[in-house]
């Protein structure tokens, strides 16, 4: 199967993929964007989870999107363009996106919404592997994907999985983040990992990556809190003193084209 030409003709595009819900993707995906974003780029943000769209909040964004000239105009937050259906649809209403109506709304919000020639498309994708990632795979030119997982058996065998639908459809896995990998103590600084029967590079295995491409961040209630508040903790100074911030750069450094200055 073919991208089509035309839909996003300058992007280049970034899937972030997780084999199992819960494991902290969108989250990466927000604080990937905005780091993107905070580098001089151009930046799109497409929440492909059609039934469970969460990036509004983490944008704190609520409002239904402007339509201008027969398009679609994303809303602009902390330098970056998004794209919902959390946009279009009232809150709480339960959204049901199975074949050809799936299909479509992806293809909906690509054609249909003035991105206006991003440097960088980042999608947000559900968990798992199933249409969405065929449907994108037939629509976009993929340049990559960024796996995020946690560091324990029951993640790691869902994200083999997702890394080997990747590598079926011909997509690199460009990075991966051991997601919640520790919790450091805000009175002695130690830390401490989560699942400790695990290590980081079990991750770049299930993942196929090198071990040097792999980003653990830390879990802390901040970084909940920030997504819960609308501003994602990369561009927080909390962000900044728990060194997540800098552990976001480190992962966006070589997913970016040359023009940033991260």
């Given amino acids: 199967m073919t991208a089509e030409a035309g839909l996003l003709p300058a992007a280049r595009v970034l899937l972030v993929c ?12 927000a604080n990937l964007a905005v780091t993107l974003a905070a580098g001089g780029l151009r930046v799109g943000l497409l929440d492909t989870d ?4 969460s990036l509004p909040v983490m944008f704190g964004l609520d409002e239904r999107p402007a339509v201008r000239a027969g ?11 998004l794209m919902s259906t ?5 809150r709480h209403h339960a959204l049901a996106w199975r074949g050809p109506l799936l299909r479509g709304a992806l293809k909906q919000m690509l054609r249909d919404v003035a991105w206006e020639d991003p440097d960088v498309l980042v999608v947000d994708t559900p968990p798992g592997t199933g249409e969405v990632h065929m449907g994108l795979h037939g629509l976009l030119g993929i340049w990559g994907a960024v796996m995020v997982t946690t560091s324990q058996r029951v993640a790691l065998e869902d994200t083999r999985r ?25 009175e002695c600084g130690s830390e401490n990992r989560i ?11 299930a993942c196929g990556v090198d071990p040097e491409r792999v980003t653990s961040i830390p879990i802390q209630p901040e970084i909940a809190e920030s997504g819960d508040d609308g501003t994602p903790v990369v561009l927080t100074a909390l962000g900044e003193a728990l060194g997540v911030s800098e552990l976001y750069r480190r992962l966006a450094s070589p997913l970016a084209p040359a023009a940033a200055a991260l």
Avoid: W, Y
């Fill in 71 to 81: 398009l679609i105009v994303p809303p602009e937050r902390h330098g970056v363009r």
């Fill in 86 to 90: 959390g946009l279009l649809a009232a």
């Fill in 162 to 186: 997702c890394a080997t639908m990747l590598r079926t459809l011909g997509i690199p896995v460009r990075a991966a983040v051991d997601n919640m990998a520790h919790h450091r103590c805000p």
């Fill in 18 to 29: 997780g084999g199992k819900g819960g494991v902290g993707k969108s989250t990466v995906a």
């Fill in 50 to 53: 059609l039934q469970g769209p």
């Fill in 195 to 205: 699942f400790s029967r695990n290590l980081p590079k079990e991750a770049a295995e």
